[in-house]
């Protein structure tokens, strides 16, 4: 069996968190850090594609 690789293994981690981060109460993430919210955007666009957040 082969291992994945550490980058999928990495790709795996953070489309993960990026569908919690898609359910988690939008004051939660209000109050997160603008930098911290470019990052969850980013994370939810290499899951769904880009162009989520252009609307």
């Given at each position: 069996m082969k291992t994945?690789?550490?980058?999928?293994?990495?790709l795996d981690e953070l489309t993960a968190f990026a569908?919690?981060?898609?359910?988690?109460?939008?004051?939660?993430?209000?109050?997160?850090t603008r930098a911290e919210r470019h990052r969850i955007a980013a994370l939810i666009?290499?899951?769904?594609?880009?162009?989520r957040f252009l609307a």
């Amino acid at each position: 069996m082969k291992t994945p690789s550490p980058e999928r293994n990495r790709l795996d981690e953070l489309t993960a968190f990026a569908r919690l981060m898609q359910d988690m109460d939008p004051e939660v993430i209000q109050a997160a850090t603008r930098a911290e919210r470019h990052r969850i955007a980013a994370l939810i666009e290499l899951q769904e594609g880009p162009g989520r957040f252009l609307a």
